[in-house]
Nanobody, 118 residues
Framework: QVHLVESGGGLVQPGGSLRLSCAAP???????????MAWYRQAPGKQRELVAV???????NIADSVKGRFTISRDNSRKTLKLQMNSLKSEDTAVYYC?????????WGQGTQVTVSY
């Protein structure tokens, strides 16, 4: 069951940039700020992996593979999560998923495809 809505994926050349967005429906996330928010990705034939997380207290953690290239941010007033992706590489090609987590609660989006290729 999908609770979050991702957008912003697409085809981009190596070295290019994309900005992903994740929207949390107000009907479900009445208090968005209490959730830890994260971006995951899953490439074909690989397990889903954590890309970046921003906690309810706004601390961030970025995977080593994207550190220095990707930035995660949240807007609690608009209930949105962003992932700015710069200097994209072919190995960044994957379906990117948004996740909201609070204790035992965990919600996912349907994913957005990012393809880095000439």
């Amino acid at each position: 069951q999908v609770h979050l809505v991702e957008s912003g994926g697409g085809l981009v050349q190596p070295g290019g940039s994309l900005r992903l967005s994740c929207a949390a429906p107000r009907s479900i996330f009445s208090v968005f700020s209490v959730y830890d928010m994260a971006w995951y990705r899953q490439a074909p034939g690989k397990q889903r992996e954590l890309v970046a997380v921003v906690t309810a207290s706004r601390s961030t953690n970025i995977a080593d593979s994207v550190k220095g290239r990707f930035t995660i941010s949240r807007d609690n007033s608009r209930k949105t999560l962003k992932l700015q992706m710069n200097s994209l590489k072919s190995e960044d090609t994957a379906v990117y998923y948004c996740n909201a987590k609070r204790g035992s609660e965990s919600y996912w989006g349907q994913g957005t495809q990012v393809t880095v290729s000439y």
